[in-house]
């Protein structure tokens, strides 16, 4: 079993600096792993009353009926996990406004090599570190699984991204979000929030932007870029033209769906 290794934060005693409005509906933030999940997780709790935040875990379609409480409309809770769509699944989160959040496939597979070898993830792949493998081979084995040990992209993407694009959710993309949150000043951020915000059935405050700096501080992300450790391989910040070709042999289409790119 995978294990993941990050600090605590502080965001919950950040929250009592705010005035905070109750929810009246459930929130679910789904997102692809590795696709800034933490980060958006933790400027919504910014928005939401340390009570009715469900922290038990990041819910997935293994551990999702042990979590059904999140999504009682009797009691609303804003949580979060990486759901794929199925008949279960679209029928538990049915009460709570579903936001979703993907990547552009091509960084995605850079950002899961960094994760995959760096100290934070232990698991069955541990043997992938310290030089085993060239970076191109490494970022190939992102693309294309490991067998009996990591999903392809195409797994991952078809179920926990472009399967919901069919269903009830609001979809945004982490580079709409990253940009946003660069320039909190501008009126294109202001209205990316009140978009995400009226998704999510929540107000923006006046203060939106206090709260936002304060929840997307990358020392309170313990899987952000700048915070992984123990990385050893040399792995590029752009994907390369050959790599780009095997993502788009082996899920053509996908991000042009998602919103990237020429079909």
């Not at 009592?16 to 400027?43: A, D, W, Y």
């Not at 970022?139 to 993407?157: E, N």
Request: with cysteine; hydrophobic share 45%.
């Amino acid at each position: 079993m995978a294990s993941i290794w990050v600090k605590s934060d502080n965001l919950d005693e950040a929250n009592g600096r705010f005035e905070q409005t109750r929810l009246e509906v459930p929130v679910f933030l789904n997102s692809v792993p590795k696709s800034g999940s933490h980060l958006l997780r933790n400027i919504m709790r910014m928005f939401v009353p340390v009570e009715q935040q469900y922290k038990a875990d990041f819910i997935q379609w293994a551990n999702m009926q042990q979590h059904l409480k999140a999504f009682d409309p009797a009691n609303p809770m804003l949580s979060w996990g990486h759901l794929f769509l199925a008949d279960a699944s679209a029928i538990e989160t049915a009460p709570a406004r579903r936001i979703l959040l993907y990547r552009d496939p091509y960084d995605w597979v850079l950002a899961r090599a960094r994760f995959f070898v760096s100290d934070q993830f232990s698991g069955n792949l541990d043997h992938i570190k310290g030089g085993k493998l060239s970076a191109d081979e490494l970022i190939t084995m992102m693309i294309f699984g490991l067998p009996g040990k990591a999903p392809s992209l195409r797994d991952i993407y078809e179920m926990n991204a472009a399967a919901w694009l069919g269903a009830r959710c609001y979809p945004i993309r982490f580079e709409d979000l990253r940009e946003a949150v660069g320039d909190l000043a501008s009126k294109r951020a202001e209205g990316f929030f009140e978009s995400l915000f009226d998704a999510s059935g929540l107000a923006l405050p006046e203060d939106w932007r206090e709260r936002v700096a304060v929840g997307s501080a990358p020392e309170n992300s313990g899987t952000a870029r700048e915070n992984l450790t123990g990385i050893g391989l040399d792995l590029p910040d752009e994907l390369s033209a050959r790599h780009k070709a095997l993502v788009d042999y082996h899920v053509p289409g996908l991000r042009h769906l998602l919103g990237y790119g020429e079909a």
